[in-house]
């Protein structure tokens, strides 16, 4: 498995990321722990989590992927084989069950959720810990129309830092990332941290795929000029860019059948955008999902995209995409429907 720079940090993580997030709701703990063997035995050494899992959140399953990792741990003795990475919970009004209903990113949220993911993990360490989301009026998963809100609940860069200072003095976490983040963000992280001499954001993770590559306008040049790569999640568009939700299917056990939530990529071109993207693999002898991935692979400000699975077969499949090299001929058809669907799912 290919290994790229983790930033500045002289660490490397391999090109693919085990995401865990289906544990402890879809999957089952012995079905986690599946995954977690395939992974490693393929070369999977880079997983990422967060306290928020298993998702769609609940109060029921908060924390259960974690914990599930955590067993896994036990059973093997094989934490010293992963890198691992979590994260912690930005605000959000519908997250009563975390801190009390008041999870910030300031000192003293950092310090609780770092603490409570290290137990249910069962390791002294987690080696990137990011923050999920912001903690001020941001356009993130898939909103768009941003409007500045003066009365906003902002914990300023340089507070939330000096929280993670902390964490990473005392060997809790060893370096520190950002995710759903704007350009905006991630600059006063990176200013931050070079003025105060504070932990600087090593990655970023936003989605990245065919239906959004948003990341391509403004973060893009952040992360090569500045070295905190992408880690991309969702490169299969949550699942649409298999096929399996067109012509309005819902497949019993997927994502969009246990979220009421509408999903960000049940968009009006989606659909068709799809079907040529699904269209073009097939020609060249693809498979969709492993050309979406291989695609996201290619792109030079990608440190690692970050897979997931529900069963083995999908798992399976998304790790073999990291050994496919699309030709030229591909990448200009998918280039070519990406100028007529530019980015249908923000």
Partial sequence: MEQRPLGRTGLDVTAI?????????????????AQMDYALDRGV?????????????????????????????????????????????????????????????????????????????????????????????????GKLGYTHDAAEDFVAPEETLAALAEEVKAGRILHVGLSNETPWGLMRFVEASDRLGLPRPVSIQNPYNLLNRSFEVGLAECAHREQVGLLGYAPLAAGTLTGKYLD?????????????????YDTPNAEPATRRYIALAREHGLDPAQMAIAYALSRPFMTSVIIGATSMDHLRTNIAAAEITLSPEVIHGIESIHTVYSNPCP
């Fill in 248 to 264: 309005g299917q819902v497949p019993p056990g997927s994502r969009r059948a246990i979220d009421a939530r509408k999903s960000r």
């Fill in 45 to 141: 050494t880079f997983w990422d989590t967060a306290e928020m899992y298993a998702v769609p959140p609940t109060a029921e399953t908060y924390g259960r992927t974690e914990e599930i990792i955590g067993s896994w741990f036990a059973k093997t003795g094989k934490r010293n084989q992963v890198i691992l990475a979590s994260k912690i919970a930005g605000p959000g009004a519908h997250l009563s069950y975390i801190r009390d209903g008041k999870p910030r990113l300031d000192a003293k949220n950092v310090r609780a959720a770092v603490e409570a993911s290290l137990k249910r993990l069962r390791t002294d360490r987690i080696d990137l810990y990011q923050l999920h989301w912001p903690n001020r009026s941001v356009n993130s998963f």
């Fill in 17 to 33: 990321c085990l995401g865990t997030m289906t544990w402890g709701r879809q999957n089952t703990e012995a079905e986690g722990h």
